[in-house]
């Protein structure tokens, strides 16, 4: 009986202990507050590589619900007002389409169907995955905060690729869309755009070089700051040639030889695509990335865009994409069986 | 002490030579290379750099006689070179059934090596392929950038951590014992194999790397290996792994992908391939 009662005291006193300190802490939290009105904010250092680089090494995440075009009615308005404004005009309608997949087409796979996976069903969409804060009304900087048009013989040439894709969609491995063959993404660029789900990518940084895997496929681009010239321009690549150099505390990558079935944002970019970026770490957290895309052989202007990249915990996963792809002999023998009826 | 541990392989022709280079290697492995590596600001070895093997390993890791390759139309361009073997001792210590199975996996092995398919070359594999690698040495953790099918591995070098799941590349921790730096890899899928010849593993697979510079452009690679459910016991590999120095060196593109296709899904085809597989 006494033994009884002193295991409840024992518990009381841990449960009296639990819930006061949080208490406790709060409290204390709030004291300085109280007594210094205005404390200042802890001051930010850019960290730095053993080299003396700034530091961008760490697992982000370049999520983000802000869309690569501006909703039209927004006008020439780049930045909402404030948190308040954002979901106002979203909730007035104008903000939607493209939100929840900035970068996702409207039909991605020619199959009528606008939804591949439904992500939130993995908990990989909507609150689960953490983006940096954005008022941005778009990607696309700049007044108009879209795309510009393509040249006309780019718009004909695109149609053309499009008659036959539509009319061959099913002849073989070969004339499904790159992203169904796991060979390229379509958002790893550069420009790196966020992708609808595992919008993940880890950044490691060695003598003389910067790398950055994205999750999606597993693409790897390892970036030379050492001063080298591109490469031979025979050698295009699906990731383009990168080569970087730092800006004060911003890298600059510059990119070129693409190989030519690359598409960036809707066209197949040309030998004259040139692509800039900018890394610039801005806090603990986050990381500007900038870019501009000038390819006059393709688009009537260049244009650049912007958005922040989150830090978080990782890890990065293994994507094995084609090792994984049960689903192209699925769908080439579903549309041989198809012949046969 | 390499150019013995060499002579050493040249001559273990012999059970009993092999014998005696069992009995050396050990005492090889344990005397510390008089090479120390510079440091990295931080104060590690700086094994920075692009790494290849320049061996047969890919074709057989065991030691073997050339051989004619499995596709005749490709006469002398594809058949295996000799090769005095990567394995420790030269034989890898396979359970009965499992070399049965290593016989069948080479005998099929136009169908069944995952190289051909472009499959992901798992570890150790990897590191021996006929194809460049990069060590991108961050701070807290380490990258391998294979060049083969864009291949890569996140070393982490802080506390270690579980893998969430199987997988080609495997997980791997790392840290620095001396000089040498040690991977301790986990979490390998049953998909890979050790080479062209058939040579496999199970998902029970765990490999401890040693990277160890012993000069300016070269590292020891050295890999146990540990698999209960196929080998009788451990067993270790070894070689080394030399820097690229062409001027402004680099990992190209081999997204093989594209190459492999054919063989994969050829017969899925609407209209069979014409001429010698050209896909445009």
């Known amino acids: 009986m006494r033994r009884q009662l002193l295991s409840t005291l024992i518990a009381l006193v841990a449960v009296i202990l639990l819930v006061s300190a949080p208490v406790v802490a709060q409290s204390r939290a709030q004291a300085p507050v109280a007594a210094k009105p205005a404390p200042a904010a802890k001051p930010w250092t850019m960290p730095r590589t053993p080299d003396g680089a700034p530091d961008l090494q760490g697992v982000y995440s370049n999520a983000t619900t802000v869309p690569v075009a501006r909703p039209a009615n927004l006008g020439a308005k780049e930045f909402y007002d404030s948190e308040a404004d954002k979901a106002a005009t979203a909730s007035a309608g104008a903000g939607r389409g493209g939100a929840a997949r900035p970068a996702a087409a409207a039909d991605p796979e020619g199959n009528g169907l606008a939804v591949h996976y439904d992500t939130s069903q993995f908990g990989l969409g909507g609150p689960t995955v953490k983006r940096a804060a954005s008022l941005r009304t778009s990607i696309i900087t700049g007044p108009e905060g879209r795309v510009p048009p393509v040249l006309p013989e780019v718009t004909k040439a695109a149609q053309e690729r499009r008659a036959y894709q539509q009319a061959h969609q099913w002849d073989s491995a070969q004339n499904r869309p790159l992203a169904e063959r796991c060979i390229t993404w379509g958002f790893e660029g550069p420009p790196m755009m966020p992708v609808g789900y595992n919008s993940t990518l880890e950044i490691v940084q060695g003598q003389g070089y910067v790398a950055i895997v994205q999750e999606m496929i597993h693409d790897t681009r390892v970036i030379p700051t050492d001063g080298r010239p591109h490469g031979p321009s025979v050698i295009k690549r699906w990731m383009g040639d990168s080569v970087g150099h730092w800006e004060g505390d911003t890298l600059v990558v510059e990119t070129v030889n693409y190989n030519p079935q690359v598409v960036i944002q809707g066209a197949q970019v040309s030998d004259a695509a040139k692509v800039t970026e900018r890394f610039t770490r801005l806090d603990a957290d986050t990381i500007q990335y900038q870019f501009t895309v000038d390819d006059p052989k393709t688009w009537v202007k260049p244009f650049s865009g912007e958005y922040n990249m989150v830090h978080i915990d990782g890890p990065v996963y293994e994507y094995a994409c084609h090792e994984g792809n049960y689903g192209m002999a699925n769908n080439l023998s579903g549309a041989r069986a198809t012949e046969k009826k | ?280």
């Not at chain 2, 979490?187 to 510079?213: K, M, Q």
């Not at chain 2, 459910?229 to 067993?235: C, D, G, N, Y």
């Open chain 2, 1 to 280: 002490m390499r150019i013995c541990r060499l002579g050493g392989w040249l001559f273990a022709g012999t059970a009993g030579a092999a014998l005696l280079s069992l009995a050396v290697i050990p005492t090889a492995a344990q005397a510390p290379t008089a090479y120390k590596a510079p440091k990295t600001k931080d104060g590690k070895p700086n094994l920075n750099g692009i790494w290849q093997a320049n061996n047969e390993a890919n074709w057989d890791i065991r030691p073997h006689a050339a051989y004619a390759g499995p596709v005749y139309t490709l006469g002398a361009a594809y058949s295996t070179p000799a090769g005095l073997g990567v394995v420790e001792g030269g034989e890898i210590p396979y359970k009965p059934e499992a070399a049965a199975k290593q016989k069948e996996n080479f005998t099929n092995r136009l169908k069944l090596d995952p190289e051909i398919k472009c499959y992901m070359g798992g570890v150790p594999r990897s590191t021996y392929m006929p194809y460049p690698f990069q060590i991108v040495q961050g701070t807290g953790t380490i990258m391998f950038v294979y060049e083969y099918a864009g291949a890569v591995r996140v070393i982490n070098m802080g506390a270690p951590t579980k893998a969430p799941a199987d997988s080609w590349m495997g997980w791997s921790n790392g840290h620095w014992e001396g000089e040498s730096l040690v991977v301790d890899v986990t979490s390998l899928n049953d998909s890979t194999w050790f080479d062209r010849a058939g040579n496999w593993h199970s998902d029970a697979l765990h490999v401890i790397e040693r990277y160890t510079a012993v000069s300016p452009d070269a590292l020891q690679y050295e890999a146990t290996i540990d698999d209960p459910k196929v080998f009788t016991r451990q067993w270790k590999m070894s070689m080394p792994l030399y820097r690229r120095l062409e001027k402004n060196a680099q990992i190209l593109e081999y997204k093989c992908v594209e190459f492999a296709e054919e063989v994969l899904y050829g017969h899925l085809r609407k209209q069979p391939l014409q001429g010698k597989g050209d896909s445009k």
